[in-house]
T-cell receptor, first 110, second 113 residues
Framework: DAKTTQPNSMESNEEEPVHLPCNHS???????IHWYRQLPSQGPEYVIH???SNVNNRMASLAIAEDRKSSTLILHRATLRDAAVYYC???????????FGQGTRLTINP | DTAVSQTPKYLVTQMGNDKSIKCEQN?????MYWYKQDSKKFLKIMFS???????INETVPNRFSPKSPDKAHLNLHINSLELGDSAVYFC????????????FGDGTRLSIL
């Protein structure tokens, strides 16, 4: 499984945008980039995924570098509820399992 | 309304006992999973079932036996519990199609005394 590298922790302020980086220099051409988050005392929650183009949904945006060796999850306006561990995961087509790394623990200050 | 539900939420028991954790999903998904999150918070896949058939078994000790009576249920039975089995166990489900997100339950915290 191709590896991802994320900062251990990040901190931001409420109502400000947050950019969570992920490096995946060994990504293969067919790997999808998935993001999940885990709120305290809950199971992981799907956030967004993409292959090559940038993606937007109601939760976040995903910006993918042109060479696909890195990506950034963007929370446009953080709330206290966005405090969680965010996981960047590479997933080959047809792969059933998710391989979680250490993730980034995001703290939101009021 | 709960999409993936696990019972019990907490399980405290003694070493050597046998216990089961139940999981049900009402999303109509055909694939279900068990993940384990240890004390260091690493999440790892244990098993995956598709249409009641085992498709992933990640070198989990055979004291752990998943059972899928139908597509909506995947239970986890653990024999002869050991201290190292203490963890949070998460059930998840998804459609089998490429790239489909997995939906997780809120976990069962298993503590072995």
């Amino acid at each position: 499984d191709a590896k991802t590298t994320q900062p251990n922790s990040m901190e931001s302020n409420e109502e400000e945008p947050v950019h969570l980086p992920c490096n995946h220099s060994t990504i293969s051409g067919t790997d999808y980039i998935h993001w999940y988050r885990q709120l305290p005392s809950q199971g992981p929650e799907y956030v967004i995924h993409g292959l090559t183009s940038n993606v937007n949904n109601r939760m976040a945006s995903l910006a993918i570098a042109e060479d696909r060796k890195s990506s950034t999850l963007i929370l446009h306006r953080a709330t206290l509820r966005d405090a969680a561990v965010y996981y960047c995961i590479l997933r080959a087509p047809g792969a059933q399992k998710l391989v979680f790394g250490q993730g980034t623990r995001l703290t939101i200050n009021p | 309304d709960t999409a993936v539900s696990q019972t019990p939420k907490y399980l405290v028991t003694q070493m050597g006992n046998d216990k089961s954790i139940k999981c049900e999903q009402n999303l109509g998904h055909d694939t279900m999973y068990w993940y384990k999150q240890d004390s260091k918070k690493f999440l790892k896949i244990m098993f995956s079932y598709n249409n009641k058939e085992l498709i992933i078994n990640e070198t989990v000790p055979n004291r752990f036996s998943p059972k899928s009576p139908d597509k909506a249920h995947l239970n986890l039975h653990i024999n002869s519990l050991e201290l190292g089995d203490s963890a949070v166990y998460f059930c998840a489900s998804s459609r089998v199609l490429v790239g489909q997100p997995q939906h997780f339950g809120d976990g069962t915290r298993l503590s072995i005394l």
